[in-house]
């Protein structure tokens, strides 16, 4: 193998959506069959050209390796899936008599089809974005099928540029991974790295062959204690993995990235591995100190490539100290490089494109295109010295000094407030006393509910952009969604649900809706970052202290609470979720601005009981996201995240029914701090695993009201009245049908009508079917 230079500047990944979600576009275009697979690709290829030129432009280079190859039309983790040939047999139909998958196939796998599920969907670190879940067996024929990566690669070289090839890295594939069905007991899917490994050395060759210089493997899992594998087979693996891969002679350069935080004990056997370039993540992580000798003479022989610029979130952030910490690696090794810390997949295009955000503000942000001109710049500032940067180094530091003394960014009434909190400000009445109060709702064994949103159809959505452009008057727009919301109510009395939602179609976003609302928010116009597959989100900004002028939902709840005798949801975002899916300020400790947030929740749910509403819905599907992934940070965060939670509910009375919800969540990893928050009812997200955390539920005592959820609503298919009865008979058995509720997976809005109908009548059937299955002993004594 000929060694290349590492490039001084690169980043991790870059957002492949596109810049007006052009990727979104077509693929869905292709699900609803108005393109094919050819238009598809020729989409995409497109996007992948501006993409190159776009970096190249911002201070990336054309033929050094510096840009990453990191599209996917779905989920890297499916993509490493499917390059591999990890194809659960349910989908095994799908492959050619070469054993490769097609478009169709791929999603077909991301999203299932009619019988089949498909693959698990969860969390990706301590990030918004959720990645398909692999599933391995003993039986798994692993065997290359990179045709898709080599000629994306192939695409690049043709337009003049040698880009980086990346794919999820062997130890955290398997890692990620969960066992296959019928796989034994005790095996564990990293049980099959030996298997693994020389299909990874085999792609490498393969690209070695078609020019590639480096390769990148991202192995965020070597920074994770929150992996369920003992840390020292993990240590192994990584031994293991990289002394074959770095062994081989017919490959390319090998960089392996560690994102999300510091590798810790990851880091001697990664430096001890024959590789050319590590990638420390500085945002989360720290640099190594003080390493052993034998640690700090392996580094001494690579690059060590600096995360430096935050991949995380939008802020511009302190350069100075940036480069700083880039300069202080060369301590360790004279090949130094600076990147961001994770892939820009994060965090939105370009704040360019944001002419509505006051200019000030601007002034304070960065989206992906101002980071790759900080990388580039501060990659300047290596090879060139620090004098050369000294200008862009001083600007930021006097934005980042503007930002501080702007107001609003500190407001004396919301720290007075803070500050008066009391012991008693975080606790409601014992649950066995609400429980008894909440007797008078006159709910039915297994009630059933739905998780808050319903279909956003097509004329809310215009209805909603004429709003914006002026061509519907405040009031038009609130009686058609009242219309809405009268639909939606009648809708839910003839499916026979008992507690109702009024549908949520007033909000174009559960956390959006809200920033809107509150004082110390901006939103964008053009922020959209990937959440899954080709659901984006627009996360807002939370620039300074948060307090709530006016009440929220009272006007949208009571009216729905007007049109019917059922009980009718209130429904909120909690702080944690507020905080997690937002860009939040990085000036003050995150527990700080949750607790200013669960104040102005805290103030909306009084003025709801006051209008009468006596179910309150509280969101958290973000609780387990923010975990941290270093046991150690572990405490404390849940001490802040489940107190923000408390003191936003801790002045509900007693008769009132507090909801919360979360998803795509390993919820026996939290289950303590679910038990903490002490909400009335919790629903979880649990069809796509086949009702596995039910386990966790019976085995962990857990005591007060759980709905696991019985419909996958991110994906197409309707499950069958069956399908569900199975999924609730399981819950049946192992938690008491008192506790009991039934509901869906998470909202139905990015769902049709027609799917969400049918499939909200077979949960009734199902429900109906299970009630008289447990009166059944009653009858017969």
Not at 171 to 178: E, I, N, R
Not at 312 to 329: K, M
Not at 655 to 667: I, K, R
Not at 734 to 748: F, R
Request: aromatic residues 6%; charged residues 25%.
């Amino acid at each position: 193998m000929t060694a290349h230079a590492f490039p001084t500047g690169t980043i991790l990944g870059y957002p492949r959506i596109g810049r007006r979600r052009e990727l979104k576009r077509a693929v869905e275009a292709f699900w609803a069959g108005t393109i094919d697979a050819a238009e598809l690709e020729a989409r995409a290829a497109e996007l992948r050209a501006a993409t190159r030129e776009r970096l190249a432009a911002l201070g990336l280079g054309r033929d050094d390796s510096s840009i990453p190859e990191s599209f996917s039309y779905y989920d890297q983790v499916l993509d490493a899936a499917i390059a591999v040939g990890a194809v659960p047999e349910r989908f095994q139909r799908l492959q050619d008599d070469a054993g490769r998958i097609d478009l169709a196939g791929y999603f077909t796998i991301a999203r299932g089809e009619g019988d089949d599920a498909p693959l698990e969907m969860t969390k990706w670190f301590d990030s918004n974005y959720h990645y398909l879940v692999p599933e391995i067996g003993p039986d798994t024929a692993f065997a290359l099928h990179a045709d898709r990566i080599l000629a994306e690669f192939a695409e690049a070289r043709a337009a003049g540029f040698l880009t980086r090839p990346v794919l999820v890295g062997p130890v955290t594939f398997l890692l990620l991974a969960k066992a296959a069905e019928g796989a034994p007991d005790g095996f564990r899917p990293i049980d099959r790295l030996d298997d693994l490994v020389p299909v990874y050395a085999e792609l490498l060759a393969e690209l070695r062959a078609a020019g590639a210089a480096w390769v990148q493997l991202d192995e965020p899992a070597l920074v994770s204690e929150s992996i369920d594998e003992p840390r020292d087979r993990v240590l192994d693996a990584i031994g293991v993995a990289y002394d074959v891969l770095g062994s081989a002679e017919d490959r390319p350069a090998i960089f392996v990235a560690a994102p999300y935080g510091a590798l810790g004990d990851a880091l001697p056997p990664l430096a001890a591995a024959p590789i050319e370039a590590i990638g420390l993540d500085l945002v989360r992580g720290t640099a190594p100190e003080r390493p052993d000798p034998a640690t700090e003479e392996s580094l001494a022989s690579k690059t060590l490539v600096a995360g430096v610029i935050d991949g995380h979130n939008i802020w511009r952030g302190d350069l100075a100290h940036a480069f700083e910490r880039a300069d202080a690696l060369r301590s360790l090794s004279s090949e130094v490089a600076v990147s961001t810390s994770t892939s820009l997949l994060h965090v939105p295009h370009d704040v360019d494109d944001e002419s509505d955000l006051d200019a000030r503000l601007v002034s304070w942000l960065a989206f992906a295109d101002q980071k790759v001109a900080q990388v580039a710049t501060l990659a300047r500032g290596l090879a060139e010295g620090r004098e050369s940067i000294e200008g862009d180094l001083d600007a930021a530091s006097a934005a980042l000094a503007d930002r501080a003394g702007a107001p609003g960014v500190r407001v004396p009434a919301v720290r007075d407030r803070l500050a008066a909190l009391a012991d008693r400000d975080f606790s409601r009445a014992a649950y066995d006393e609400r429980v008894a109060a909440q007797e008078s709702l006159d709910l039915p064994e297994l009630p059933t509910t739905t998780i808050g949103s319903f279909p956003q159809t097509g004329d809310i959505r215009r209805a909603r952009a004429r709003l914006v452009k002026g061509e519907l008057s405040d009031g038009e727009y609130r009686g058609l969604m009242r219309e809405e919301i009268e639909r939606v109510i009648r809708l839910q009395e003839e499916l026979g649900l008992d507690v109702l939602v009024h549908g949520e179609p007033e909000r174009n976003d559960m956390v959006q809706y809200f920033a809107e609302l509150l004082d110390g928010f901006a939103v964008t116009q053009h922020g959209w970052v990937q959440s899954y597959g080709s659901r984006c989100t627009r996360p807002s900004i939370l620039w300074g202290d948060v307090s709530r002028p006016a009440p929220m939902t009272v006007e949208w709840s009571t009216y729905a609470q007007s049109l019917t005798g059922k009980p009718v949801k209130g429904m909120l975002t909690g702080p944690v979720t507020i905080l997690a899916w937002s860009f939040v300020r990085d000036d003050q400790p995150l527990g700080d601005t949750a607790r200013q947030v669960a104040l102005a929740l805290r103030d909306e749910i009084g003025d709801l009981e006051s209008a009468g509403i006596r179910v309150i819905q509280v969101d958290e599907p973000a609780l387990r996201e923010l975990l941290p992934l270093k046991l150690a940070d572990q405490p404390a965060y849940l001490d802040w995240s489940v107190g923000s939670f408390r003191l936003a509910t801790g002045g509900a009375a007693a008769a009132t029914q507090v909801h919360t919800h979360l998803c795509y969540s390993e919820f026996g990893v939290v289950i303590d701090a679910i038990r903490n928050l002490d909400a009335d009812v919790t629903s979880i997200e649990a069809a796509r695993s086949r009702m596995e955390v039910v386990d966790d539920i019976s085995t962990s005592g857990f005591d007060h009201g759980i709905g696991p959820g019985v419909y996958d609503i991110h994906s197409p298919r309707v499950p069958s009245a069956a399908e569900v009865q199975a999924l609730l008979e399981r819950a049946v058995a192992e938690i008491p049908a008192s506790k009991l509720w039934v509901n869906p997976d998470c909202g139905l809005k990015t769902r049709g009508y027609d799917e969400t109908v049918a499939s909200l009548e077979h949960i009734i059937e199902a429900t109906r079917a299970v009630r008289a299955e447990l009166a059944e002993p009653v009858l017969a004594e």
